[in-house]
């Protein structure tokens, strides 16, 4: 995870210095772009000398089923706030995944706090508690970890 970061954030610094000054939209790109370079050379198998394809596509799938979950969830959101009487029940869930691969586990802790109306309170090992503005709706808690984890599943392990 730690090299993810560091690469991201390297390429990143390059692109700033390279398209100096900056607009928005070359920043938002920049960010993407960056982004991709840092999955791809993590997905590299060093030791076999090839990559992990696999991978590589399972985390394209997983940014779009992020995306569309990340929109409904802002749409939610939106209906809460806009109603006057705030229909909030916060609650926390205790939440267990089966997630083994670290990466997998803080992409998954990370994917729920970025969906608006939850938010990951602690990872610890295979426990994840899940902060809900909704509680009261949570029929099924493994549910709370939406396609991601299927997804990662896959990606990952």
């Known amino acids: 995870m730690t090299n993810l970061l560091f690469i991201w954030v ?80 916060p609650k926390i869930f205790r939440v267990t995944t089966s997630l083994k691969s670290p990466i997998a586990r803080t992409l998954l802790a990370n994917s729920i706090t970025l969906t608006p109306g939850t938010i990951s309170v602690e990872l610890d090992g295979d426990t ?5 503005v909704e509680g009261d709706k949570v029929e099924n808690v493994e549910d709370l970890k939406g396609p991601f984890e299927k997804i990662l599943r896959e990606a990952f392990e």
């Open 10 to 89: 390297a390429m990143f610094l390059v692109w700033t210095a390279l398209n100096a000054p900056l607009s928005a939209q070359k920043t938002i790109f920049g960010i993407i772009l960056s982004f991709l370079i840092a999955v791809i050379a993590n997905v590299y198998d060093k030791e076999q000398k090839k990559f992990k394809l696999k991978t590589f596509f399972y985390l394209i799938k997983y940014f779009v089923v992020f995306l569309r979950e990340l929109v409904k969830a802002n749409l939610n959101m939106a209906r809460i706030v806009l109603t006057p009487s705030l229909p909030i029940s």
């Open 128 to 132: 994840l508690y899940i902060h809900v």
